[in-house]
């Protein structure tokens, strides 16, 4: 079945400075891409929408300008939390989609920021 | 309204127990749906889609009434494996909504 994979799968860093968390669809072509982000015993919470090519969509109260996403193939998308802080600890799942299937999540990220 | 709505349990049920999980969705253009299980400190992992006629797949059942917009997943001869929290999925459009998720503990 299609896979994505997610890199890191944990990460620590220091207060204010940046993490870049990539998501790759590795045998299909993902036109969309979502960001998410879950924090303990609560639920997946859309971030945003990354469309190949082209701007992400923010959810509301998502600081884009925070939390930069690029998606620059079919194949790649990639999330950069900027000047991160210790309430942007949690874990961040991203997930593809082929047209008309299901959504493939990837293994997640662990930031822990310190 | 949210776009969907989940129990968010927690059921704990001992081994062999049957134990039904409810949906409901405020979009009746929502056209595709879906229960993921996901265990503790891991990705959700696809457990079934769920088409109007309902499906099964060994000891789970899922069911969706549009009429109703709900949908249900039936878990029969619980085992301890089964412990994890399941989501409701519902996509609308391009866009995949998530249900707050259902915790279900088996207990030996």
């Known amino acids: 079945g299609a896979v994505v994979s997610q890199h890191p799968s944990w990460v620590i860093c220091k207060s204010g400075t940046s993490v870049k968390i990539e998501c790759r669809s590795l045998?299909?072509?993902?036109?969309?891409m979502f960001w998410y982000r879950q924090f303990p015993k609560q639920s997946l919470m859309l971030m945003a929408t990354?469309?190949?090519?082209?701007?992400?969509?923010?959810e509301q109260g998502v600081e884009k300008d925070k939390f930069l996403i690029n998606h620059a193939s079919l194949t790649l998308s990639t999330l950069t939390v900027t000047s991160a802080h210790p309430e942007d600890s949690s874990f961040y799942i991203c997930s593809a989609t082929e047209i008309g299937t299901e959504a493939f999540f990837g293994q997640g990220t662990r930031l822990t920021v310190v | 309204r949210k776009e969907v709505e989940q129990d968010p349990g927690p059921f704990n049920v001992p081994e062999g127990a049957t134990v039904a999980f409810n949906c409901t969705y405020s979009?009746?253009?929502?056209?595709?749906f879906f229960w993921y299980r996901q265990d503790c400190r891991k990705e959700p992992k696809l457990l079934m889609s769920v088409y109007s006629s309902g499906n099964e797949d060994g000891r789970f059942t899922a069911q969706l009434n549009r009429a109703s917009q709900y949908i249900s997943l039936l878990i029969r001869d619980s085992k301890l494996s089964d412990s994890a929290t399941y989501l409701c999925?519902?996509?609308?459009?391009?866009?995949?909504?998530f249900g707050t998720g259902t915790s279900l503990t088996v207990i030996p």
């Open positions: 999925v519902v996509k609308t459009g391009n866009q995949f909504y």
């Open positions: 990354s469309n190949e090519g082209s701007k992400a969509t923010y």
């Open positions: 045998d299909f072509q993902a036109t969309t």
């Open positions: 979009n009746s253009a929502s056209q595709s």
